[in-house]
T-cell receptor, first 113, second 112 residues
Framework: NAGVTQTPKFQVLKTGQSMTLQCAQDMNHEYMSWYRQDPGMGLRLIHYSVGAGITDQGEVPNGYNVSRSTTEDFPLRLLSAAPSQTSVYFC????????????FGQGTRLTVV | EDKVVQSPLSLVVHEGDTVTLNCSYEVTNFRSLLWYKQEKKAPTFLFMLTSSGIEKKSGRLSSILDKKELFSILNITATQTGDSAVYLCVLNSGGSNYKLTFGKGTLLTVNP
């Protein structure tokens, strides 16, 4: 039972480069979301999806794109990396209804130089 | 806008002490309140609370919710160094604005 698989674990980018963080879950969860975690800021919601084909912006969406073509996958794209996007990124999934717990991926530590 | 405030932000105790972590919240459409433990990696689930006054317990950890006063507490008795972590309080709100709102966390350090 893989749960939520997030790749890569570490990444260093140069300013202006683009990249995609991958997130996949095998629990048939409708709800998937991306967060960034910065010191003193807690986890902040970037984008989320309540099902395939449906995405919406969270608290800090600028500079990021998402898509949800399947229930399993929810990739996060950095369009043109900036040093302000240096952070730890977490993907999470849960059932949409019923207020169940969220399951987290292992995180991606991204450094933009 | 939904909001979660945790206190204290950090806490240092000695092994064997009992600690109480606080979480207050504001929400439009409450579904549940979750507690997670984070140790330098992904948060791991501790408790989900949906009803007031019903204590959830797991070993030395316990938690309770007060939906009237809009707060929850997480208690840890007989603390151990392995309890050192950031404890996150997370609000799960439902309806058309289903989402998770995170508190900033309480950093607990348990010294030998």
């Amino acid at each position: 039972n893989a749960g939520v698989t997030q790749t890569p674990k570490f990444q260093v980018l140069k300013t202006g480069q683009s990249m995609t963080l991958q997130c996949a879950q095998d629990m048939n969860h409708e709800y998937m979301s991306w967060y960034r975690q910065d010191p003193g800021m807690g986890l902040r919601l970037i984008h989320y999806s309540v099902g395939a084909g449906i995405t919406d912006q969270g608290e800090v969406p600028n500079g990021y794109n998402v898509s949800r073509s399947t229930t399993e996958d929810f990739p996060l794209r950095l369009l043109s990396a900036a040093p302000s996007q240096t952070s730890v990124y977490f993907c999470a999934s849960s059932f949409h209804r019923g207020g169940t717990e969220a399951f987290f991926g292992q995180g991606t530590r991204l450094t933009v130089v | 806008e939904d909001k979660v405030v945790q206190s204290p932000l950090s806490l240092v105790v000695h092994e064997g002490d009992t600690v109480t972590l606080n979480c207050s919240y504001e929400v439009t459409n409450f579904r549940s309140l979750l507690w997670y433990k984070q140790e330098k990696k992904a948060p791991t689930f501790l408790f989900m609370l949906t009803s007031s006054g019903i204590e959830k317990k797991s070993g030395r950890l316990s938690s309770i919710l007060d939906k009237k006063e809009l707060f929850s507490i997480l208690n840890i008795t007989a603390t151990q160094t392995g309890d050192s972590a950031v404890y996150l309080c997370v609000l799960n709100s439902g309806g058309s604005n289903y989402k998770l709102t995170f508190g900033k966390g309480t950093l607990l350090t348990v010294n030998p």
